[in-house]
Structure formats: C-alpha cells, structure tokens
C-alpha cells in the first residue's frame, strides 16, 4: 500500500496525504465537538497545551529520520552518476595513449554511454535494468582489458584503463542498487500513524472551544502533508518531480561522440 501511494505522480501523492490527513482530523474534530458522543470527550476538559509535545516530539524525530535517510540515498546516488560519468571521461582521456587513435575503446565505449543513457536510465524508474547494457560494458571490459594493448599503451596507462572501467562498473552497480533501494515500509507506516496520534492529541487541547482546537488540528494537519509530500518526493532518486538528472552521463557521452 505505501509503495503504491508513493509511486504515484505528484499531484496524486498530494491528492492521497491531503485526503488521508483531512478524513482524520475532520473524524477527530467531528468526534470530540459534534458527534453523539462528544460529551465524554468533554470529560478531558483541562488537559494543557504541553500534552500535545509528548506525541509532536516523536512525530518531528522520526520524521527527520526518515528525511534525513531518503536524502543519504540520493546523495550516494548523486555520487554513483558522477562516478560513473567521470571515469567514462577519464578512460577516454587516456585512451589516446594506445597509439591507435583511441578507436578500439571510443568505439565500446560510446555505444555503452547511448546504452545507459537510452535504455538503461529509463528502466531504473522501475528499479530494473537493460541486458543491452550489461552485454555494451562486457564489450567495453574485453576491448581495454585485450593483453595487446599493453605494449602499445604501457604497462602504467593500461592499468589507468582498466582501473577506469573498474570504476565505471562499480558505480553503475551503485546506481542500479540505490534505484531498486526503497525506504522500509514501516517507516513510512510509522510517520503516518504518528501524525494521526499527533492530530488526536491535539483535537484534546481546548475542547471548550471548538473552533481552537479544529484550527489547532488544521494547522498542524497541513504541515504534516508539505512535510510528508516533499520528503516522499524524493523517495525515487532516478524518478519523478525530484530526481537526479543524467546530464552528467549525457555530457560524457558528448565527449566520447565528438569528432577528433
């Protein structure tokens, strides 16, 4: 259920939180002012304003938790692309020094560039990845990897090159994990139910006056959902309205495509 609500596009994810917090803090004004029982409520008549901290407090904590995780993950993701974009620069920086006009590895290296950008990219919004990709980087690994072009390029620059598309594979292999990652369900279970007990225990504050204690839970109701939608926004680092761009990818690619 939480996956499914956080795989939704903007306008719905906000659409399900507003629903969701407006359908409880109306049930819980409704039942403690108007309702055919809210005159035991009024027994709770005195409780103080501090009360509301005891529940607000955890609320707030583990809400910061889960922001501050969901954002660790997208800064690993950011460095992945990076990574990955940088050595794909650096190998062909180098690959001039095999003394064959760097053609048997701009060559692998360009069409494993168009792979990720093209097809790869795209399927990790689903936590997947392309075959394509896997077997252009295979193709990419035998080509620098070839024992022949050591003596051409050097022992020192062959193992720079090999030491790149190492790179490339390790941070393709974080890319591809941090996008099939997803925040633990019960984290996110456990926000929500909070602010539901944070909206109660405000709905107790100042029973004598309705309108007090409806606004009281139509404030804080409104900043749990900016809070919740923004952080929910991230959830999918290489999707969605705030997402990881492949510009980093796609200027490598640019490199490796120009004409020398």
Do not use: C
Not at 39 to 57: L, N
Not at 112 to 117: H, K, P
Not at 134 to 152: C, G, I, K, Y
Not at 183 to 201: P, R
């Amino acid at each position: 259920m939480i996956e499914t609500w956080l795989d939704l596009p903007t306008a719905g994810m906000f659409a399900v939180l507003i629903a969701f917090y407006a359908a409880t803090g109306t049930l819980f004004v409704w039942l403690t002012s108007s309702s055919p029982v809210h005159g035991r409520f009024k027994t709770f008549v005195g409780v103080a304003a501090p009360f509301i901290s005891t529940v607000s407090v955890l609320f707030s904590l583990l809400t910061g938790f889960l922001a501050s995780d969901i954002s660790d993950r997208n800064r690993q993701a950011w460095r992945a692309v990076h990574s990955e974009s940088s050595a794909a620069e650096t190998l062909h920086t180098l690959s001039p020094a095999t003394g064959e006009d760097m053609a048997r590895i701009r060559g692998p290296l360009r069409i494993y560039l168009q792979s990720v950008v093209t097809d790869d990219w795209p399927r990790m919004a689903d936590g997947d990845h392309s075959a394509d990709t896997d077997a252009a980087f295979e193709a990419l690994l035998r080509e620098v990897s070839d024992s022949r072009m050591a003596p051409a390029a050097g022992q020192a620059v062959h193992t720079a090159l090999l030491n790149a598309v190492i790179r490339i594979r390790d941070a393709r292999a974080d890319r591809l994990a941090l996008a099939s990652d997803r925040t633990n369900d019960i984290k996110w279970l456990t926000v929500l139910i909070l602010g539901i007990i944070t909206q109660f225990a405000i709905a107790l504050v100042h029973l004598e006056r309705p309108r007090a204690h409806g606004a009281g839970v139509a404030v804080f109701s409104l900043a749990a959902i900016v809070a919740l939608g923004l952080i929910a926004l991230q959830e999918h680092p290489f999707s969605g309205a705030i997402s990881i761009s492949p510009a980093p990818l796609e200027n490598a690619l640019a490199t490796v495509s120009a004409p020398k």
